[in-house]
Nanobody
């Protein structure tokens, strides 16, 4: 089993910044992709940003404002969020595609979510 623990959410004024962190632990042989999704009330969960060992991918709505980074040695992923807008308000979920054994299948794991609220 794999656990993802998130931290760093909170309340921030428009234009402010927050940094989210997620640490993966447990039966981890390797991690393919790690990323962040978010879900606002009444909306579907959407991809915010994802990172593999060689590339990153961002939702159009956060390009230029958010930066994802990974520390492969520590199995952690971070999301630096700048110039936050009220529409960024959502629960943010960490996600990781984990392989538990050298030739085993990839399994997707989720964190418990952390609330980000952008409001004056």
């Amino acid at each position: 089993q794999v656990q993802l623990v998130e931290s760093g959410g909170g309340l921030v004024q428009p234009g402010g910044s927050l940094r989210l962190s997620c640490a993966a632990s447990g039966n981890i042989r390797s991690i393919n992709a790690m990323g962040w999704y978010r879900q606002a009330p009444g909306k579907q969960r959407e991809l915010v940003a994802a990172a593999t060992s060689s590339s990153t991918n961002y939702a159009d709505s956060v390009k230029g404002r958010f930066t994802i980074s990974r520390d492969n040695a520590k199995n952690t992923v971070h999301l630096q969020m700048n110039s936050l807008k009220p529409e960024d308000t959502a629960v943010y979920y960490c996600n990781a595609d984990v392989r538990g054994s050298p030739w085993g299948p990839l399994a997707k794991y989720w964190g418990q979510g952390t609330q980000v609220t952008v409001s004056s």
